[in-house]
């Protein structure tokens, strides 16, 4: 049987929800709290843009490989039509 994917958006809402729920129960004053999230925050921005250059790296190759495979397939219909 499949398992059913939670929705990313429905994932986010669960994760906000559970967060707030330690962060309050926690006991731990805003004070220490801050630097805590500053620092998750900067780390988070991090991955964040290296997934990003990750991904438009990952798309231009394959836009490049799609080009040179439309290239390769006109010169090779080209090529089937000059005469002998």
């Known amino acids: ?11 986010r809402e669960d994760f906000i929800r559970d967060l707030n ?8 004053p805003p004070i220490i709290l801050e630097p805590i999230f500053a620092n998750m925050h900067r780390d988070i921005a991090m991955v964040l ?26 010169k090779s219909c080209e090529s089937a039509q000059e005469p002998e």
Not at 51 to 65: F, G, P
């Open 1 to 11: 049987m499949n398992e059913i994917e939670k929705p990313i958006t429905v994932a």
């Open 21 to 28: 729920n330690l962060v309050n129960n926690s006991g731990i």
């Open 49 to 74: 843009k290296q997934q990003t250059d990750n991904d438009r790296k990952q798309y231009n190759e394959a836009l490049m490989a799609q080009h040179e495979a439309k290239l390769d397939e006109t």
